[in-house]
């Protein structure tokens, strides 16, 4: 299985808006370190039968995907319904094109009632075969289930993000966890015996809605996966900094990051 990391940024990416010049704030992170620019937090999931299965889709998703060279995904799983995990939804007309399909969208019912209320039009009866709007099936789901998509099995992780709860997911020896401060203890039990993690770890210091370093490190320590792979980062995490001070078995993504696992 190939998981690409389209972006590992948070809510706002690194740089943020702003800067003394206007060219972005960089906080702790070297700008002339390429791996320190982040879009914001997405991956894109593709099984040994080649579907592809796109988890979340933000305001940077164009890019995300020119960047990849990614122009047909077969489904989209979103974790959560704020702006950064789904602004990118207008972008799915292309994508509608090239499957020459509507494209179904796997959502918690809360969630799925915000997608449909900021973007109602791409619900409404599909345009196929030229797509003028996208095209949208939702398929709502919860937290515990195992589901099938673009011929993988899934199973859906409650997750806290103490505003609300998100989903994580897992697949295989494979998780990913973006999102969450605080882990329920029956998602953990369902994190055991993992090969790759890819986990939420916003900054060094504690957050109120994200997981901080320690907190990733407490969480690791009981599950012992081979490898962590950090996202959902701010300005706070720098390149270099967790080069030389991050534990062994423990790294930073970066966009365009391909992990082959399973």
Known sequence: MKVTVLGCGGSAGVPM???????GDWGACDPREPRNERSRSAILVEGPGGRRLLVDAGPDLRRQLL???ISVVDALLVTHGHADHIM????????????????????????LETLQTRFDYAFRPPT??????????????????????AGLAVRLLRQDHKVMETLGLRIGDFAYSTDVVTMPEE????????????????QRRPHPVHANLERVLEWVE?????R????????DMDWAWMQANLPEGIEPAHDGLVLHTG
């Open 228 to 235: 962590t792979v950090l996202t959902h980062m701010g300005h």
């Open 88 to 111: 990118g939804l207008d972008e799915f007309r292309p994508l509608n094109r090239a499957l020459g399909a509507v494209i179904p969208v796997l959502a918690t019912p809360e969630t």
């Open 17 to 23: 808006l702003g800067g003394p010049d206007g060219s």
């Open 187 to 202: 998602s953990l039990e369902q994190l055991e015996g993992l090969d790759t993690w890819v986990v939420d770890c916003f």
């Open 222 to 226: 009981r599950l012992r996966p081979r």
């Open 67 to 69: 960047a990849n060279r």
């Open 128 to 149: 196929g075969p030229s797509f003028f709007r996208p095209a949208l099936e939702p398929v709502p789901v919860e937290a515990g289930q195992l589901v099938e998509v």
